[in-house]
């Protein structure tokens, strides 16, 4: 699988990322990874209905960015502590796809030393919270898949940001969304081993891929052109 990286480090926007593998997905050929992370931004799903998911109210007050993606799924809450991560496949079967790269995924953390298992719902836990939910998009010939990878975030903006129904709460047992998920630097073995969210995508990228692709400025412009598609509030 290939690692695809950008030409700088410059910190971009959470739809860019969202055009990056939309990029990819039609222009390479063959499976790529790549991780990225993003100033406070929420991101809702293709279907849902914004002012039932979203406290716009508390994302404006604060600076929190709002993109609608392509992919179905639930509401996101996103910051420079949470990892997310891209896997772009040839088209297949949406349930094989899914369990490939979360198997993998959850395999990448239990190799760490943490009990990750994947969940019937597209998530990964580790003792019966969600660190991982993930998203899937199809395109002609070819499948996305992203998602979150909680290390470090701010729980408590999380917890503000998005406002689930609570009947969806209540189907998981919780009362809150904050009571569902959990961050990886608080189990010892993984912070112990890696030490930092920086530590933790070196690691991923190692694990998933074995070669890598650099983007040219002018794909990156092409990019940047597909962004403005994405949809912000």
Known sequence: MKHVVLPDVERRSLAFYL??????????????????????????GRNQVLENEVNMDYCRRNGVEVVRRKS??????????????SYVSDRGDVEDVFDRYMSTLAAALCSLGLPAVKSSRNDVMVEGRKVSGNAFQQLPGR??????????????????????????LHRHGVESVRQRVTNLSDYSPLHEALGSAESLEDYLV??????????TSGQVATILEM???YQKY
């Open 19 to 44: 055009a990056m593998e939309e990029y990819i997905a039609k222009q390479m050929e063959g499976e790529a990874f790549f991780v990225w992370r993003v100033d406070p931004t929420v991101i809702i």
């Open 206 to 215: 190692r694990y998933f891929t074995d070669s890598e692709v650099r983007l």
């Open 143 to 168: 499948s996305i898949v992203h998602g979150t990878l909680l290390y470090s975030a701010d729980l408590e903006a999380l917890t503000e940001a998005i406002r689930p129904p609570m009947e969806k």
């Open 72 to 85: 179905g799924g639930g509401c996101v809450y996103s910051d420079m502590g949470n990892i997310m991560i």
């Open 227 to 229: 962004e403005r598609k």
